[in-house]
């Protein structure tokens, strides 16, 4: 099947997406907790305050993103159903000769 000119897939950019935001957050962790481990955020009582509360927002927030992956998916799926129907819609116009439905 071609694409026409200057058009995207909505799937493999959804799937890029997700794969980089996961990709992006399990890093943000690894050097979060290399710093930690390293001892080069924890000099003073401040420091060592502000990186573990680092710590716990960045865990907050992965929560609150990954409590929405799933209405983020199901509405992907509708939207992808939507496509198929349109496409098989679509088709069977052509086989048909273009005849209303």
Same mark, same amino acid.
């Given at each position: 099947?071609?694409?026409?000119?200057? =058009?995207? #897939?909505?799937?493999?950019?959804?799937?890029?997406? @997700?794969?980089?935001?996961? @990709?992006? !957050? $399990? !890093?943000?962790? %690894? /050097?979060?907790?290399?710093? /930690?481990?390293?001892?080069?955020?924890?000099?003073?009582?401040?420091?060592?305050?502000?990186?573990?509360?680092?710590?716990?927002?960045?865990?907050?927030? /992965?929560?609150?993103?990954?409590?929405?992956?799933?209405? @983020? %998916?199901?509405?992907?799926?509708?939207? %992808?159903?939507?496509?198929? @129907?349109?496409?098989?819609? =679509?088709?069977?116009?052509?086989?048909?000769? #273009?005849?209303? $439905?």
């Amino acid at each position: 099947m071609k694409h026409k000119k200057g =058009q995207a #897939g909505i799937v493999g950019g959804l799937i890029g997406g @997700i794969g980089a935001l996961v @990709i992006l !957050v $399990i !890093v943000t962790l %690894l /050097i979060v907790d290399t710093l /930690i481990s390293a001892g080069l955020l924890t000099s003073g009582g401040t420091s060592e305050t502000a990186a573990t509360d680092m710590r716990a927002n960045l865990t907050a927030g /992965i929560d609150n993103v990954s409590s929405k992956i799933p209405t @983020i %998916l199901l509405i992907a799926a509708v939207v %992808l159903l939507f496509g198929a @129907i349109v496409l098989l819609v =679509q088709r069977s116009r052509a086989m048909t000769g #273009g005849g209303s $439905i």
